[in-house]
Structure formats: structure tokens, C-alpha cells
């Protein structure tokens, strides 16, 4: 099916393990984004990628590890997982640059870290 | 810089009942502004945005007029249902670079 889609949906982990969380989009979107929804800050950007190959840092970017080798494929890795990065992830893409275009939501990664 | 501030909730509202939830922006330019919604275990999704001053977004009842004068974005409508249930995130794009902000969101209940 056509969209983007996240894997896994929820996952338990435990501090200071390596951790994956995978995002795939169907429409060949030029830009992909990942965020991170916490109670009593919205949505803050981590990383975020214009092409394939080319990434950038967004608000919150310490502790994680983005790569894309394939426009569709948008990885997030948390090379060491702590507490303060239990949260639940959206993966987001655009076409085009994102101050105007609209972005389209996967429907989000629930961490846990022990 | 850039930011969005939008009113506090959770708000419950009785189906039928009109609906505001404020936003103010801050920000350098000529941002673009949305609304977003994310129903309950969902993804967020695109309610309505406005790409420069005096335009209003609509989609499925709600409204949102982009106020340059009074830096504001905020969101309406006539007449509640049940189905409008959701958490709605006010958004900003800065019109230079990929920086997009969001509000913190407001949770509404709408009771029958």
C-alpha cells in the first residue's frame, strides 16, 4: 500500500542498547523527517533529510544517528539508549521544502526505555 | 526565533458546541502555518494551512484565518461532533530552510 509506514509500532528496550526504529515512504518524497512526541512539548524535530545522502540536524539531534541510502528508507538509530529517550517517534515526509509543503505522518514508534 | 504558542487544554465541549483554539506565532518572514490533527493511536495528519497573510485554510468545517496584525492562526468551528475528538497541533514553516515548529498540542473531548 501507498504511504509511510513505521516499524516496529512499539518496542521495549534497555538503557544502553542500540536501537533502531525504520521508516519507509512509497512516494519518493525528496525530504524525510523524524520527530519525537513528548507531554508538554509537542512535536521537536531530530533529524532531517533533503535527498538521499543528505542529512541535517534539527532541534534535538544528540543521542541519535539518522543514514539514507535509498530515498525511501529513513533509519533512526539510537546508538545508546537512556531514559530521557522514551518517547513515541514519528517519521514524516514532504516533496518539497517543508516551510510550505505539507508533511505526511507515519503512525509512530511507542519507546520504552528501562 | 521561530516558534508557536497555542492555548492549553484538554477542552470538552458538548456536540454542537462552538469550537476556538488559539494560536499565536513568533517568527522572521513570512512563515506558513497549519493545523494538524491526530486522532486517538494515529499519526498526525493535515487539517488546513494558510501560505501567507490574509488566507484562510478550511477543511471539513474548520477554519483558520492567517492574522499578519496580530501574529495569529487560530482555529474554528460552528459545530463540534463527536468525531472531532483528536488532538490538533498548530505548525509553523519558516519560509528559509527545513525548520518546521509545532504548538504543543490541544487534546479536545467532545461529549454527546
Known amino acids: 500500500d501507498a504511504g509511510i509506514t513505521q516499524s516496529p509500532r512499539y518496542k521495549i528496550t534497555e538503557t544502553g542498547r542500540q536501537v533502531t526504529l525504520m521508516c519507509h515512504q512509497t512516494?519518493?518524497?525528496?525530504?524525510m523527517f523524524w520527530y519525537r512526541q513528548d507531554l508538554g512539548h509537542g512535536l521537536r524535530l531530530i533529524y532531517y533529510?533533503?535527498?538521499?545522502?543528505?542529512?541535517d540536524k534539527g532541534e534535538v539531534p544528540d543521542g541519535y544517528v539518522v543514514s539514507r541510502s535509498k530515498t525511501e528508507n529513513f533509519p533512526l538509530t539510537l546508538e545508546s539508549a537512556t531514559r530521557s529517550q522514551t518517547s513515541v517517534y514519528f517519521c514524516?515526509?514532504?516533496?518539497?521544502?517543508?516551510?510550505?509543503?505539507?508533511?505526511?505522518f507515519g503512525p509512530g514508534t511507542r519507546l520504552t526505555v528501562l | 526565533g521561530d516558534s508557536v504558542t497555542q492555548m492549553e487544554g484538554p477542552v470538552t465541549l458538548s456536540e454542537e458546541a462552538f469550537l476556538t483554539i488559539n494560536c499565536t506565532y513568533t517568527?522572521?518572514?513570512?512563515?506558513?502555518l497549519f493545523w494538524y490533527v491526530q486522532y486517538p493511536g494515529e499519526g498526525l495528519q493535515l487539517l488546513l494551512k494558510?501560505?501567507?497573510?490574509?488566507d484562510k485554510g478550511s477543511n471539513k468545517g474548520f477554519e483558520a484565518t492567517y492574522r499578519k496584525e496580530t501574529t495569529s492562526f487560530h482555529l474554528e468551528k460552528g459545530s463540534v461532533q463527536v468525531s472531532d475528538s483528536a488532538v490538533y497541533f498548530c505548525?509553523?514553516?519558516?519560509?528559509?530552510?527545513?525548520?518546521?515548529?509545532f504548538g504543543t498540542g490541544t487534546s479536545l473531548t467532545v461529549i454527546p
Open positions: 505548525a509553523l514553516g519558516a519560509n528559509t530552510g527545513n525548520q518546521f515548529y
Open positions: 512516494w519518493s518524497h525528496s525530504y
Open positions: 514524516a515526509s514532504s516533496e518539497t521544502l517543508a516551510g510550505a509543503d505539507t508533511q505526511y
Open positions: 517568527a522572521t518572514g513570512y512563515p506558513s
Open positions: 533529510s533533503a535527498a538521499a545522502d543528505i542529512t
Open positions: 494558510a501560505t501567507k497573510a490574509d
